[in-house]
């Protein structure tokens, strides 16, 4: 089944305690991308990838790190969590990036709930 | 500075209606819209989408409607079914691709 596979779906962590958010896709995908969820302020994008080794800050990029060294995986990386990045996250994937090649929607995960006291 | 808004945070719409969610933009260099539609602990879902050299596409009960003077979307569901119900988000992204803007939402209930 084709699918973007996050984990884990919910993690409590306290302030300052690194932490890896794994993104995974099976569908050959060139792009990856990262999206924050809040109240109010829809879904913020932290950074992309284009393909591998290729990554770009998105809106959002403060207090995050990612890597893209293989196609299929995505990872976010919180060196030192903050209360202000509990949020709930969501990994997406597409062939390319939108409206490059016409339509190439995205495909999201299902998203992984974080709260950083 | 929120590039593509959504100003209604809620819409309610009797089954059978038409429902019409909206969404503003402020990048006329913007050229590809979409509309990703979210239920509770799921991902957000691709519905439909619009090129900027379009003003009109269809899909089924679903139409996106581009009016790049004015700098709108809309999408038309037409007839709204309770399974519509859900968060629907407009996102716009630039010729080159890569960044994805996404409004703030609009949480559609369609009533039996």
């Known amino acids: 089944e084709a699918q973007v596979t996050q984990n884990p779906r919910y993690l409590i962590t306290v302030t300052g305690k690194k932490l890896t958010v794994t993104c995974s896709q099976n569908?050959?995908?060139?792009?990856m991308s990262w999206y924050r969820q809040d109240p109010g302020l829809g879904l913020r994008q932290i950074y992309y990838s284009m393909n591998v080794e290729v990554t770009d800050k998105g809106d959002v990029p403060e207090g995050y790190k990612v890597s893209r060294k293989e196609k299929r995986n995505f990872p976010l990386i919180l060196e030192s969590p903050s209360p202000n990045q509990t949020s709930l996250y969501f990994c997406?994937?597409?062939?390319?990036?939108?409206?490059?090649?016409?339509?190439?929607?995205?495909?999201f995960g299902n998203g992984t709930r974080l709260t950083v006291t | 500075d929120q590039q593509v808004k959504q100003n209604s945070p809620s819409l309610s719409v009797q089954e059978g209606r038409i429902s019409i969610l909206n969404c503003d933009y402020t990048n006329s260099m913007f050229d590809y819209f979409l509309w990703y539609k979210k239920y509770p602990a799921e991902g957000p879902t691709f519905l439909i989408s619009?090129?900027?050299?379009?003003d009109k596409n269809e899909d089924g009960r679903f139409t996106v409607f581009l009016n790049k003077s004015a700098k709108h979307l809309s999408l038309h569901i037409v007839p709204s079914q309770p399974g519509d119900s859900a968060v629907y988000f407009c996102?716009?992204?630039?010729?080159?691709?890569?960044?994805?803007?996404f409004g703030q939402g609009t949480e559609l209930s369609v009533k039996p």
């Open positions: 996102a716009a992204s630039l010729r080159e691709g890569g960044k994805l803007i």
């Open positions: 569908m050959n995908h060139e792009y």
């Open positions: 997406a994937s597409s062939l390319f990036p939108q409206g490059r090649f016409g339509n190439s929607p995205l495909h």
């Open positions: 619009i090129s900027s050299i379009k």
